[in-house]
């Protein structure tokens, strides 16, 4: 089974930028959606957004805008570009995927759809 291993994680100050990589331990061809995710502390993971096996991408409202999610499969890598960051981007992000040829929109920002994660990039936001 592949693993998934997040880095780029960081300190960063309001309005700043970041991308984050995830980096798969083997093809990611197979898998067609690949996804991020996030936790604050004292809260719920939430779906960041994912990207499909064609690079078409769909985000969550609160990053829309802001996010860029994209996939490089010759390299295994699937990133998270964050633009414009505010103190409640602060979280740990995770990259997930699973092994569904389908789901719904709504799903697809739900983290029981997936059941492959990475360890997680912590990003910090200060203002």
């Known amino acids: 089974q592949v693993q998934l291993v997040e880095s780029g994680g960081g300190s960063v100050q309001s309005g700043g930028s970041l991308r984050l990589s995830c980096a798969a331990s083997s093809d990611t061809g197979p898998y067609r959606y690949m996804a991020w995710f996030r936790q604050a502390p004292g809260k719920e993971r939430e779906g960041v957004g994912f990207?499909?096996?064609?690079?078409?991408?769909n985000y969550a409202d609160s990053v829309q805008g802001r996010a860029t999610i994209s996939r490089d499969n010759t390299k295994n890598t699937v990133y998270l570009e964050m633009r414009r960051l505010k103190q409640e981007d602060t979280a740990m992000y995770y990259c997930?995927?699973?092994?569904?040829?389908?789901?719904?929109?709504?799903?697809?920002?739900?983290?029981?759809?997936?059941?492959?994660w990475g360890q997680g990039t912590q990003v910090t936001v200060s203002s």
């Open positions: 990207v499909d096996s064609v690079g078409t991408a």
């Open positions: 997930a995927t699973n092994h569904r040829t389908w789901m719904t929109l709504k799903e697809s920002l739900k983290p029981l759809t997936y059941d492959i």
